[in-house]
C-alpha cells in the first residue's frame, strides 16, 4: 500500500511521463471575463489542461537574477525566475501544480492565503512529507475564493525565501462586476547581499541593503504604462521582513481588497500610501486620468536605495577634508558619506571604484538629471496612446505647466 508521500509522488511523476500531446494548450487571452495579470520584469504561468483541470508546472532551482546591469545574484527560484512565475487562474477552476524540487535541499510549497484541504497547505511535517530533491510531487485542489495570494516554501523557510523562493497567486472572480483595463502584479523583497558577493545573506534579519519590485532595483524595474481614463488595479504582496507603505504619486486611490478577500464598497476609503504588512496582500485601485509619469515607490527612505552600509558613522556637518585625503592614500577613489549630505554619490557613483557585482547607493536618470533613488522605485506612465509592451519614453509637460526657477 503506498501511503500519503510515495502516492503524491508516483502521482507527480506519472503525469511528468505522461504524453504532453493529448492534453490542449490553453493560450492567455482575456476572453474569459477577466483582464489578465500583468507582472512587471516577470511572467505568468502557462498551463495545460488534463480535462477540466488546469495543470501548471513549478520547478525549485538554483537560478542567476539580474537586479540591474552590473547586479547578478545567485538566488533560488521557480521555473528561472525569483519570484517564481505569477500563477493565474479563475475562481472554481480546478487545479493540478506539479512541483519539482531541483535544489540541494528538500523543500515544499505552501499556498497561502488559499482554502483548500489540510493535506495540501504544504507545511513540512504538519501536512506532508518534505518534497527531496529529484523528486515530483502534485499538489491538486479547487480554488474557492477569487482574490491575491501567494507561493513559498514551508520547509527552511528562513533561509529558502531569503534567497527568493515565492511567487504571486491571482484568482479572477467567476463573475466580475468590477473589472478593470491594467491590472499589475509587485512583489516586493529585501535582500543582503554583501558587497562584492553574489549570494544573499540568510542571516540577516533587519540590516539589509537591496530591496526590490519582482526581482529587479530602480532602474531596471520596469515602468506601469497605462491609457489615460483606463480604471487600473496594482496587487502587492509581501514575503519579507518588513512592512512596506507603498505610495503613488499624483493620484489617490481605493483600497479594494486584503488576502482576506474584496472590500465592500461602503467600507473602502481614499488613500496615496498604502502600507503592506508582513505576510499579506492588498489591492488597489484608480483612474488614469492625470497624464505624466508619476513615481511609485516604498516610502521607507532606506527601501529607495541600493547597497548601504548602515554600520558607517554620522559624518554630516563635519569637516572631513584631511580625514579623506589621507584615506584616499590609503585607499584610492574612496569617498567619504554625508558631510555636506549624500547627494554626491548619485553624481560621481558610476565613476567611483567599488567592489565587483555591487551596484551604487543612487542609480536612475530622469529627463531632468539624476534621480538619486534605488531599490523600490518605479514610474507609473499614464499617455493618451500607448502602444502594448512600449516604454513610451519621457513625458513632455505642457507649457506652463512645470516648476521654474525664480529670482
Not at 249 to 259: M, N, P, Q, R
Amino acid at each position: 500500500m503506498l501511503d500519503r508521500r510515495n502516492f503524491l509522488f508516483s502521482t507527480g511523476a506519472a503525469l511528468a511521463a505522461a504524453n504532453v500531446s493529448s492534453w490542449s494548450t490553453t493560450m492567455r487571452e482575456g476572453t474569459s471575463g477577466f483582464t489578465p495579470v500583468v507582472t512587471p520584469n516577470g511572467s505568468t504561468l502557462a498551463y495545460e489542461l488534463d480535462g477540466d483541470v488546469k495543470v501548471f508546472r513549478l520547478v525549485a532551482e538554483p537560478i542567476e537574477r539580474e537586479f540591474a546591469p552590473g547586479m547578478l545574484v545567485r538566488a533560488w527560484g521557480y521555473n528561472g525566475e525569483t519570484p517564481g512565475p505569477t500563477i493565474e487562474c479563475v475562481q472554481g477552476d480546478r487545479v493540478r501544480i506539479l512541483v519539482t524540487n531541483r535544489l540541494p535541499e528538500h523543500t515544499t510549497i505552501h499556498w497561502h492565503g488559499l482554502r483548500l484541504p489540510n493535506g495540501m497547505d504544504g507545511v513540512g511535517g504538519l501536512n506532508q512529507a518534505p518534497i527531496r530533491p529529484g523528486e515530483t510531487w502534485a499538489y491538486e485542489f479547487v480554488v474557492r475564493d477569487a482574490g491575491t495570494f501567494m507561493y513559498h516554501p514551508h520547509a527552511d523557510e528562513m533561509l529558502q525565501m531569503a534567497v527568493g523562493l515565492m511567487g504571486m497567486f491571482i484568482v479572477h472572480p467567476r463573475v466580475d462586476d468590477e473589472r478593470v483595463d491594467r491590472d499589475f502584479v509587485l512583489l516586493p523583497h529585501e535582500w543582503a547581499i554583501h558587497p562584492g558577493t553574489y549570494r544573499p545573506d540568510p542571516t540577516v534579519m533587519t540590516d539589509f541593503n537591496l530591496f526590490t519590485f519582482n526581482g529587479k532595483v530602480f532602474p531596471a524595474i520596469e515602468p506601469l504604462v497605462v491609457r489615460t481614463g483606463e480604471r487600473v488595479r496594482l496587487r502587492i504582496g509581501n514575503l519579507s521582513m518588513d512592512s512596506h507603505p507603498i505610495h503613488l504619486h499624483g493620484y489617490s486611490f481605493d483600497v479594494t481588497a486584503t488576502d482576506g478577500g474584496r472590500i465592500p464598497k461602503s467600507a473602502r476609503w481614499p488613500q496615496t500610501t498604502v502600507n503592506v504588512p508582513v505576510g499579506s496582500t492588498r489591492d488597489v485601485e484608480w483612474i488614469a486620468d492625470a497624464p505624466g509619469d508619476w513615481a511609485l515607490h516604498c516610502h521607507k527612505s532606506h527601501h529607495t536605495m541600493n547597497a548601504m552600509g548602515h554600520g558607517l558613522p554620522n559624518l554630516l556637518g563635519a569637516d572631513v577634508q584631511d580625514l579623506e585625503a589621507r584615506l584616499k592614500r590609503l585607499v584610492p577613489g574612496a569617498m567619504l558619506m554625508g558631510s555636506d549630505g549624500m547627494a554626491a554619490h548619485a553624481a560621481h557613483g558610476e565613476h567611483m571604484q567599488r567592489p565587483p557585482n555591487t551596484l551604487p547607493m543612487m542609480t536612475g536618470t530622469g529627463p531632468y538629471g539624476s534621480l538619486e533613488m534605488g531599490g523600490m522605485f518605479t514610474v507609473l506612465k499614464v499617455r493618451d496612446e500607448i502602444a502594448p509592451g512600449v516604454d513610451p519614453g519621457w513625458y513632455e509637460q505642457p507649457p506652463g505647466t512645470s516648476a521654474r526657477r525664480v529670482e
